[in-house]
C-alpha cells in the first residue's frame, strides 16, 4: 500500500512539475522579479528626465517610444502621464534582449485611476541590459484625443 501511494504521489508531482512554464514571454505583475530585473511600482513622480516624449493616441491605437540605455546602468523609472482619469491606457516596454514586459496601466500602483503610470526597473544583479529600450503606449479605452507624455530616468 505504502510502495503504490509513494507511486501516485511521485506521478502527481511530475505532472504538477510539467505543467508549470520554464518562462513566459510577458511579465504582468508589479514587484516581479525576472531574469536579474526587479520591476515594481513607482511611487513618485519622476522629475528631471533625461529622456521624455509628448504625443497625442486615441481609442485602439498604440504609440511606440524609444530610449537607450547606457552601459553601467542600474535602474530605471518609467512614467506615462496623461490628463483626464476617465481615460485607461496601457504600456508595455522591451528590453534590448527582446523581453516583454507589461502590460502596466494606472491601476498598477493605485485602485483609482490617476491617469499616470509608474513603474520601477532595477537590476537585480549587476547592470540592466544595454541598448534600445521600446515603450508602447496603448489607447485601451479613450475618449477623443489624450495627450500623452512619456518621461524616462536612468540612473
Keep these: ?7 501516485l504521489f511521485a506521478i502527481v508531482c511530475l505532472i504538477a512539475f510539467c505543467m508549470v512554464p520554464a518562462s513566459a514571454a510577458t511579465v504582468d505583475a508589479a514587484d516581479t522579479v525576472d531574469n536579474d530585473l526587479i520591476i515594481s511600482a513607482l511611487d513618485i513622480p519622476v522629475y528631471g528626465p533625461k529622456g521624455s516624449a509628448t504625443g497625442t493616441i486615441v481609442q485602439g491605437e498604440r504609440k511606440t517610444y524609444s530610449y537607450v540605455v547606457q552601459p553601467g546602468e542600474t535602474e530605471m523609472d518609467i512614467q506615462v502621464t496623461w490628463s483626464s482619469t476617465s481615460n485607461n ?28 503610470i509608474s513603474v520601477h526597473v532595477e537590476s537585480a544583479g549587476a547592470v540592466l541590459p544595454a541598448g534600445t529600450w521600446l515603450f508602447d503606449i ?3 479605452s479613450v475618449s477623443g484625443t489624450e495627450t500623452i507624455t512619456l518621461i524616462v530616468n536612468t540612473y
Design 89 to 116: 491606457l496601457g504600456l508595455y516596454f522591451t528590453s534590448p534582449t527582446g523581453r516583454i514586459y507589461g502590460e502596466y496601466n494606472d491601476y498598477s500602483e493605485s485602485p483609482t485611476p490617476n491617469a499616470r
Design 138 to 140: 496603448t489607447g485601451k
Design 1 to 7: 500500500m505504502k510502495k503504490g501511494f509513494a507511486f
